[in-house]
């Protein structure tokens, strides 16, 4: 708890009901943004979001915070510049400050091949609307003084692609001013509330059994990051997602003087400072799929070599702290949303390194969906049966640490 969070945001907490419209499993910021919508959009605010532990403490308070549209495909380009359009006005609409903060971000090349990539990068964004430009190294170090272009001797910056319009919020904010938003507007939001079963008849799920009792349910929304193979198997639903940890660390204050993101994808690791000065850093998936929530020197030692390389002055910082989240993987790396073959069960998964980004557009389509009934087009290529279909989203290379 800070001053921001006792003295500005106002959370209540209602005791359970036996039955609700809609039930979220999961209190991050997909099932605080989707119970927001809910009821801000739509009236309905019969909702409980079910968190086990309390909002935000699983991976929407252990990412990196960054907000960007700069992907390699139509339908993802599509959907995050949505996203990077709704954080843009956040902060009026709630009246909450989130710390959102644009700042461009730089994805780097260091080869012909990912020199190719990015300028394509950049052409597909511009043609669906996203604010992104190819940049030669000349200019990459006019927007960030601090790289070495050499890269130390090793890999050379070749240039690279611009999103002007990458920006940064207060992960915990985000969550608090979604939370508030919700319960303003009726929903209930039940911490240390542990989903246990479904409730099913027929292949229909009618609610949900916890450690505090049975609850009714229209319809049931899991978005259980980390864990969304365990609630998809309480409703006999097999999801291809595998769990694979990823680790970041900080630094120590440096004079607030570095002001992009600044990604590579041949170095694998990217770079942001803080709103306290901190250099905030991370680099690829742990490879082994795990659960486990442990940090390692391993990924202190290969990262901070490469970005030393690359930014030299970070070779003067201690590291202060470091953690680890759960990425949900599915195999095109594209999220999965939407209906199941399980009526009234529905899934928000499969956001890999990516789900800080897409948290208000995703509670946006989501709550579109629960009260239409209607998959929205923003979210349809992003559906289950796409797999089934061999219509796969395929965009790795987006990822930038893969």
């Known amino acids: 708890?800070?001053?921001?969070?006792?003295?500005?945001?106002?959370?209540?907490?209602?005791?359970?009901?036996?039955?609700?419209?809609?039930?979220?499993?999961?209190?991050?910021?997909?099932?605080?943004?989707?119970?927001?919508?809910?009821?801000?959009?739509?009236?309905?605010?019969?909702?409980?979001?079910?968190?086990?532990?309390?909002?935000?403490?699983?991976?929407?308070?252990?990412?990196?915070?960054?907000?960007?549209?700069?992907?390699?495909?139509?339908?993802?380009?599509?959907?995050?510049?949505?996203?990077?359009?709704?954080?843009?006005?956040?902060?009026?609409?709630?009246?909450?400050?989130?710390?959102?903060?644009?700042?461009?971000?730089?994805?780097?090349?260091?080869?012909?091949?990912?020199?190719?990539?990015?300028?394509?990068?950049?052409?597909?964004?511009?043609?669906?609307?996203?604010?992104?430009v190819f940049v030669t190294p000349d200019e990459v170090k006019e927007i960030c003084p601090q790289i070495d272009l050499t890269c130390g001797g090793t890999l050379p910056v070749l240039g690279g692609s611009y999103h002007r319009t990458g920006a940064t919020a207060r992960h915990d904010r985000v969550n608090w001013t979604l939370a508030e938003g919700a319960l303003q507007e009726g929903a209930h939001i039940h911490q240390n509330t542990e989903v246990t079963g479904l409730i099913m008849k027929d292949n229909k799920v009618l609610g949900v059994k916890t450690n505090q009792g049975d609850i009714e349910a229209g319809v049931v929304i899991s978005n259980a990051g980390g864990h969304v193979s365990t609630v998809c198997g309480m409703a006999g639903l097999r999801i291809p997602i595998r769990t694979h940890p990823l680790q970041a660390y900080v630094t120590n204050h440096f004079a607030q003087t570095f002001d992009p993101i600044v990604a590579s994808s041949d170095l694998l690791f990217y770079v942001s400072q803080t709103a306290r000065g901190e250099m905030l850093m991370g680099a690829e998936i742990d490879r082994q799929p795990s659960y486990n929530r442990r940090s390692g020197f391993d990924l202190l030692q290969s990262c901070s070599y490469r970005a030393g390389l690359l930014l030299p002055f970070l070779k003067s910082l201690r590291i202060n702290r470091q953690w680890a989240g759960s990425c949900d993987m599915s195999p095109d790396y594209s999220p999965i949303m939407g209906k199941t073959p399980v009526e009234n069960f529905l899934i928000n998964t499969g956001w890999g390194t990516w789900g800080f980004k897409a948290i208000p557009v995703s509670?946006?389509?989501?709550?579109?969906?629960?009260?239409?009934?209607?998959?929205?087009?923003?979210?349809?290529?992003?559906?289950?049966?796409?797999?089934?279909?061999?219509?796969?989203m395929a965009d790795r290379g987006s990822a930038g640490t893969h």
């Open 1 to 132: 708890m800070n001053e921001f969070m006792e003295k500005q945001v106002k959370l209540s907490w209602h005791a359970p009901k036996k039955g609700y419209d809609v039930v979220i499993i999961g209190g991050g910021g997909h099932g605080l943004s989707t119970a927001y919508h809910l009821a801000k959009r739509h009236g309905i605010s019969n909702v409980a979001v079910l968190e086990r532990s309390y909002i935000g403490g699983g991976n929407s308070g252990r990412n990196t915070t960054i907000i960007r549209a700069d992907y390699g495909i139509p339908e993802a380009v599509k959907f995050y510049q949505r996203s990077v359009e709704l954080y843009q006005r956040l902060e009026e609409e709630t009246g909450r400050w989130i710390m959102h903060k644009t700042k461009g971000m730089l994805k780097l090349a260091h080869s012909e091949a990912s020199l190719k990539t990015e300028r394509a990068r950049a052409l597909m964004n511009q043609a669906f609307g996203s604010d992104t």
């Open 363 to 392: 509670g946006e389509q989501m709550a579109k969906l629960v009260a239409t009934g209607k998959t929205p087009d923003l979210i349809a290529p992003f559906s289950l049966d796409r797999f089934a279909r061999d219509r796969t």
